[in-house]
């Protein structure tokens, strides 16, 4: 049997060799230990890729703690599945987690069951939230676009004498994007203020 090991740490600031002494001291001697320095919910995990891509049928993956290999308890399962499909067993060091034995397997089990919890109440707070931001009028989806009908009712409306603003209301644009369907009409600059008081406009 090949012990497979993964070591990961967060940041430079923290050492790898608090994991390897672990391993040690739980009579675990890896015969090939995979390490890298990156966040837990980076899902590049170039380390990680390449130590599952070298596990081979018969083989057990170690690991010190369950959070030093998964982003959450549905990424756990994934890779515990991806291992599983290759004839691969996986040991948990400070949980007492092996999947050679039955209790191990049950404890994984009681994961699947945190991860659909996980995802059904972040999916009810997406909604949730959803609600929220529409009762508060906040509107989702493509902004509008000024199609050549939208284009054509701009310009009926500006002849009609609407003023910038209303039409900006009535098509759901923005002022610039009115003006470009204007044919680059801005709004008037006054001009030089006459002797008569009169401003000329330009």
């Given at each position: 049997?090949t012990?497979?090991?993964?070591?990961?740490?967060?940041?430079?600031?923290?050492?790898?060799?608090?994991?390897?002494?672990?391993?040690?001291?739980?009579?675990?001697?890896?015969?090939?230990?995979?390490?890298?320095?990156?966040s837990?919910?980076?899902?590049?995990?170039?380390?990680?890729?390449e130590?599952?891509?070298?596990?081979?049928?018969?083989?057990?993956?170690?690991?010190?703690?369950?959070?030093?290999?998964?982003?959450?308890?549905?990424?756990?399962?994934s890779?515990?599945?991806?291992?599983?499909?290759?004839?691969?067993?996986?040991?948990?060091?400070?949980?007492?987690?092996?999947?050679?034995?039955p209790?191990?397997?049950?404890?994984?089990?009681?994961?699947g069951?945190?991860?659909?919890?996980?995802?059904?109440?972040?999916?009810?707070?997406?909604?949730?939230?959803?609600?929220?931001?529409?009762?508060?009028?906040?509107?989702?989806?493509?902004?509008?676009?000024?199609?050549?009908?939208?284009?054509?009712?701009?310009?009926?409306?500006?002849?009609?004498?609407?003023?910038?603003?209303?039409?900006?209301?009535?098509?759901?644009?923005?002022?610039?994007?009115?003006?470009?369907?204007?044919?680059?009409?801005?709004?008037?600059?006054?001009?030089?203020?006459?002797?008569?008081?009169?401003?000329?406009?330009?």
């Amino acid at each position: 049997m090949t012990l497979v090991a993964y070591i990961r740490v967060s940041s430079v600031g923290q050492s790898l060799e608090v994991q390897r002494d672990k391993m040690l001291a739980a009579g675990a001697q890896p015969d090939h230990i995979f390490e890298e320095k990156r966040s837990g919910v980076d899902a590049n995990r170039p380390a990680l890729k390449e130590a599952l891509r070298f596990t081979r049928k018969g083989d057990t993956f170690v690991i010190t703690k369950i959070d030093r290999l998964a982003r959450s308890a549905a990424d756990l399962l994934s890779i515990v599945k991806e291992l599983q499909g290759k004839g691969v067993e996986l040991r948990v060091l400070d949980q007492s987690i092996d999947t050679s034995n039955p209790a191990g397997r049950a404890m994984l089990q009681m994961l699947g069951v945190f991860a659909e919890f996980e995802t059904a109440i972040r999916a009810e707070r997406q909604m949730d939230g959803i609600a929220k931001a529409k009762a508060d009028g906040t509107k989702f989806g493509r902004k509008p676009q000024a199609t050549p009908d939208v284009v054509a009712d701009i310009r009926r409306m500006r002849a009609e004498g609407l003023m910038i603003r209303e039409i900006m209301e009535k098509v759901g644009l923005s002022k610039a994007s009115v003006y470009r369907a204007l044919g680059g009409e801005g709004p008037k600059r006054p001009g030089p203020v006459m002797a008569d008081g009169r401003t000329l406009l330009r």
